[in-house]
């Protein structure tokens, strides 16, 4: 089956906030609107919380996730480990998120696929494997990243954005192991070639202070799918 960026954003008769297709193991879902429990490996690093929201701060539940506290590296590592699956060279793996940033745009950030690893941005630098959307430094730019080493020495960055508070992001990509093309509230950024990893990888959502001010980041939904 071809897949391709799609429209779908939702999913009927859901009852509990992430859903995957068991049989396949080749989708993964997350939207906060459809519970409370997480189904998530959340870890906080010292400080910081991940809490499904309610309140219809934003017209709908969402994932609150904050560092706790503007030190470097102290906040939260999520993933959702129940979906793994390896980049392909023919498979495609498409990702989806939606969020916005409150409280401060200066943070070490991750947004996207990587193994498991309750410590995936440690001593303010990115420590494993990845492909997704990232700030490792203290300048409010997101870029678009790829890693391809458990110490984070075979990077590949491009900037994706300059953050703005109270923004709602929409962020997206599709990757095979020769190519990885990404989208920014539905426009194309520079594809990326190099430091494509080949492990399994996971959902993941890292927020931690990056020393000024104290960020926080409401996930409205995340999404992946692997090719059959």
């Known amino acids: 089956m071809a897949m391709g960026i799609v429209s779908y954003w939702g999913q009927k008769g859901a009852f509990t906030p992430y859903q995957i297709d068991r049989e396949q193991n080749n989708v993964f879902f997350f939207d906060p609107m459809y519970g409370t429990d997480l189904g998530a490996v959340d ?19 969402r994932l609150k996730v904050t560092a706790g506290a503007a030190t470097a590296a102290q906040g939260m590592n999520v993933q959702w480990r129940h979906y793994a699956h390896t980049p392909d060279a023919s498979k495609k793996i498409y990702f989806r ?60 960055e491009t900037l994706a954005f300059a953050a703005a508070l109270d923004t709602e992001y929409d962020l997206q ?5 020769s190519k990885v093309r990404y989208w920014v509230n539905g426009i194309e950024k520079p594809a990326i070639t190099t430091n494509i990893p080949t492990s399994a990888l996971t959902p993941t959502l890292v927020l931690q202070g990056a020393g000024s001010g104290t960020p926080l980041v409401w996930l409205e939904c995340m999404y992946a799918q692997r090719e059959r």
């Open 43 to 61: 870890t906080a690093l010292t400080s910081g919380s991940a809490v499904i929201d309610s309140n219809q701060t934003y017209d709908g539940a």
């Open 97 to 156: 998120a939606k969020l916005r940033f409150t409280g401060s745009v200066t943070a070490e950030f991750f947004c996207g696929l990587a193994p498991k690893d309750s410590t995936l941005i440690a001593s303010s630098a990115l420590s494993n494997k990845a492909i997704g959307f990232a700030q490792l430094g203290d300048d409010g730019n997101i870029d678009c990243l790829t890693s391809n080493a458990t110490d984070g020495s075979a990077i590949t």
């Open 173 to 177: 990509f599709l990757a095979t192991t």
